[in-house]
């Protein structure tokens, strides 16, 4: 996976090594956030049992198999909420990509952690921003960086303010579109519309309208999810996502919209696990990277899956920046695609699935 270890990597390292001498005095109080099983993996059984979020499902995957094949005590809790950080000593966490994401952790940690809480965050240095530092040190008294080691560095924060309060998910009115958007800090776009996602919007009429059974393939905050469960007002709509910030969000934007009963929502990656013929229509705005890496596998996956879960005769509609290749892919692993509106950035297509596709 893209941006994210298959096995222990240069951030793992710095942030075990970082950690090293408070270990042993936090056993049973530490908590690993963002990891992909490169640091579960390297901790001593001894320092257990660990508390351990990771946003991405498949990230979870791979701590769940990594823990399996040590002795350390791991427990895997897929909500970042105060269960996963409560009374935490020692916070091992991969710096996420985003502020608000970082944010969301900072507010946590500094709420319910122990009151001498070190929370250890290690990233690349080409990802690290001085934002990082403000961000953290709204909630932290003390911040600081270690020295660089292999192109990687970690913050340091502690003293925490313990009157933080969480403030996500953040909730924002959108008046053309008459609807609230609920955002977690790792979902994509936050509570604003996404230009792509807003661009597809005003396809809305063109889509299957008879479509009772509806997919929104990686939902982030749940916009086209919650507008096409409003519009359809038969259909049901699975959303799915691979981001536990990215599936409470559309939960909360649905429940926010007076939806939550149309609206299921399902943390997978691609469409894994979903039934094949199911939907008659499935929207995507597909994401181009995995973690901090430009790469399209997702986005082919997605397609792949979509192309399964289609009923023969059902549309994808797919929007995406002009310059990827997903025009020939759509075409190549759902059906005939049309482009259906294209823009200085954006390409709207639309792809019938055939009979009989393979995953
Ligand atoms: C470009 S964003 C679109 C979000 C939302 N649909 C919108 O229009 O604002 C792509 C979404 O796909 C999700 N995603 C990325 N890889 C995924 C995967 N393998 N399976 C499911 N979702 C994935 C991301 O978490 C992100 O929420």
Redesign the pocket.
């Known amino acids: 996976m893209g941006g994210m270890p298959d096995a222990q990597d240069a951030i793992d390292r710095i942030i075990l090594q970082q950690a090293a001498d408070r270990l042993t005095g936090a056993a049973g109080r530490i908590t690993v956030l963002e990891d992909a099983g490169g640091i579960v993996s390297a901790l001593p059984p001894g320092v257990g049992p660990v508390r351990v979020h990771s946003d ?3 990230s979870e995957q791979r701590v769940a198999a990594r823990a399996s094949r040590t002795e350390l005590e791991v427990s895997l809790d897929p909500t970042l909420g105060p269960a996963v950080l409560a009374g935490a000593q020692l916070v091992l966490l991969r710096l996420p990509k985003s502020l608000a994401a970082l944010e969301e952790i900072a507010e946590l940690v500094a709420a319910v952690a122990a009151p001498d809480v070190l929370l250890v965050g290690g990233g690349r240095d080409k990802h690290m921003t001085r934002g990082m530092n403000a961000v953290l040190s709204r909630h932290f008294a003390d911040v600081s960086a270690s020295l660089g080691q292999q192109k990687c560095r970690v913050l340091f924060a502690a003293r925490p303010d313990r009157t933080a309060t969480s403030s996500y998910p953040r909730r924002e009115w959108h008046d053309d579109l008459q609807l609230t958007v609920c955002a977690h800090g790792a ?3 936050g509570t604003s ?2 230009l ?2 807003r661009y ?1 919007l005003g396809f809305l009429d063109r889509m299957a309208p008879a479509a009772r059974s509806v997919v ?10 919650t507008v096409l469960a409003r519009r359809l007002s038969e259909a049901q709509v699975l959303a ?4 536990a910030a ?1 599936c409470r969000s559309t939960a909360a934007t649905a429940e926010a919209n007076d939806l939550a009963d149309r609206v299921t929502v399902r943390r ?4 894994h696990g979903t039934s094949d013929h199911l939907a008659d229509l499935i ?8 973690g901090t890496t430009r790469d399209s596998s ?2 082919f ?2 397609f792949a899956g979509a192309a399964r879960v289609l009923r023969p005769g059902g549309e994808l509609w797919t ?1 995406f920046n002009s310059h990827l290749p997903y025009l020939p892919a759509l075409r190549r692993r759902v059906g005939p695609t049309q482009v259906i509106g294209q823009n200085r950035a954006y390409v709207v297509t639309r792809s019938v699935a055939a009979a009989d596709v393979q995953e």
């Open positions: 991405s499902w498949m979902a994509f776009a519309i996404d792509g996602t597809l929104d393939l990686g939902c982030g905050t749940g916009v086209l999810a799915v996502d691979d981001s990215a997978a990656d691609a469409l929207v995507c705005n597909p994401p181009f990277h995995r997702s986005a996956d997605m929007v």
